[in-house]
């Protein structure tokens, strides 16, 4: 079976997007040198040329707002951001405009736009280049979030996300980007809204988004140890998310522990606890607990951010908590 | 020991000879910084201004201070020639709790109130704006402070810097625009990311003086600066100097990033030759400074560096309780 790491997983599916289809482009800052972007879109401009592969000027308000010029008149664009600070440069036109467009007029135009941003923390980078913002775009109406996990859907979801018709963000995650797995070699999607459920157990839900999936696992193997037998779903879209698969694992099991690497207050968390609480009341045994981020801005210092960032140590405390 | 002293048109030996002090700290620092990114000691992202030296410096020579600078990721120079404490800065870049941030921000968050720097930040052109406010600040408090705004090259990519010319433009805002153009921004040259070198020209079309500066000379700097304080503070608005120069190191780190651009191998070259301090140095030479001299003012400093660094290591880390802390201020503003 062929293995590849995420990063090159991310490569492969611009590599055959942009083969299979001329309307794809890429633009954005970093994408002809891989101090940005890794691996993960390495020689793409020496394969594909440089006038569907840009490298852009900092402007990240003109290209996502080009990007989304283009997508309305016919182009599949993939705009990256290295950093999903940088991003915020781009918010205007892409939640006061692409999120609006069809809507605004009755579905008569689209806006096919895929907008790359990556998180990547940590570092003593501190708090203008660690910031994980997926619940400020999940919150709007129009667009739509995902967050690969593996390899595999980090290729299929960049392709369904290209197939998509509506505004995707598409957010990978720099500590992931070394993770191996195995990947098809064929242009295949996974398709949006649809969680994966990781590992099968009748404990407890573990419901973790992007890279607290990976740590979930890890928590479900220190548990198993211990007795405890973990489900764990990896959430993997986040607007809109997947109730079913939720809905169906905690009336299973009557416990949910969420993970999500973005801040507690106001997060995706607080969306899946309120919506659990709200619709499967009767079946929880326990109070939902979430595994997130302190309420501050990100420190430097690598002291601050050792007790700043959670992991799998931090899900198997929450668990053994809603066991208790 | 510091120069700003609201300018003043003649420079005297002794003044030289400050700025040839201030400009070989900043770099006897950032080498020793360089140093301790390579040894691992130092983790934070650290991005070296060395060749560059001759801008803070002789922008900051031509200030008071209450003048205010804001500045962006490449900020170790204007931090210390704004009169930023070196101890406090080293302390930061090692994560420390005596860091001028606390240990919370790195290389790229320097602050030093006092000394009208009130914090600089990595996000690109993110400060040119803030520099128009407090400039506007300064015309509705009724003094007649000054905001320098530090930016490079690849700021001017961004639609901040656009806004903000025009902002103080309109409103004849006490505001110095001073583009480092070091000719890169990250990996891609400027003629990777622009269709013509006229980056200056941008003042003109809002109507304010816009001045080409060579870089590489701190007096040059130093008599740009002070003409346009003198329009600012008299209320005569804006001023935009494109200094010329050429960055020494790789983007982030003491690396020389020889792989990137077209002809960085030979350019970097080319540029050393007109090293700002040496340049400096020359000049003084000719007003009597000898080899001794200089050697002392070599040694003091690398007391003084060495002393930072040792302040910084026998520093204690934050305390896992500060975490949470100053992410709102606890008391009322007056
Ligand atoms: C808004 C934003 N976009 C992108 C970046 C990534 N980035 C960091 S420094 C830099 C280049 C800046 O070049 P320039 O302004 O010329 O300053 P120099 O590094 O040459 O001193 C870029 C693009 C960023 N920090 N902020």
Redesign the pocket.
Known sequence: MRELTYAQAIREAHAQLLAEDPRVFLIG?GVWNPW?AGTSLQDLDKEFGRARVMDSP?S?NATTGAAIGAAITGMRPIVFH??M??ML?AVDPIINQAANWSYLFAGQVSVPVVIRAVINRGGEQGA??SQALQALFAHVPGLKVVMPATPSDAKGLLIAAVNDGNPVLYLDDRWLYERRGYVPEPLYQVPLGKAALRRSGKDVTVVATSCMAAESLDAARVLEARGVDAEVIDLRTIKPWDRDTVFSSVGKTGRLVIADAAWLSGGIAAEIAATVVGELFHALQAPIIRVCLPDAPAPSSSFLEQAYYIGADDIVVAVEKVLR | MHLQDGGTRRLSSERLTLFLYEMLRIRATEERIGQLVESREIKTPC?L?IG?EAIPVGVCAALRQDDTVWG???SHGHYLAKGGDLNAMMAEVFGKATGCAGGRGGSMHLAAPAQGIFGTV?????TIPMAVGAALSAKLRGTDEVAVAF??????D?GHFHESLNLAALYRLPVLFVC???????HMMLNERRVKDNIVESAALHGFPGLVVDGNDAVAVYQATYQAMERARTGEGPTLLECRTY?WRG?VGPALDLEVGQNRQQDLAEWMQKDPIMRLRERLREEGLSDADFSEIERRIADEVDAAVNFARRSPYPDESDLLHHVYVSRRGA
Do not use: I, K
């Open positions: 800052q940005y900092v990240e290295p950093r600070d940088f440069l203008q280049h | 991005h201004s560059q962006g990721h490449r990595p996000l690109v052109a993110a930016f490079g090259d690849g700021a001017t961004e480092e153009n070091n000719l890169y921004s990250t960055r983007h």
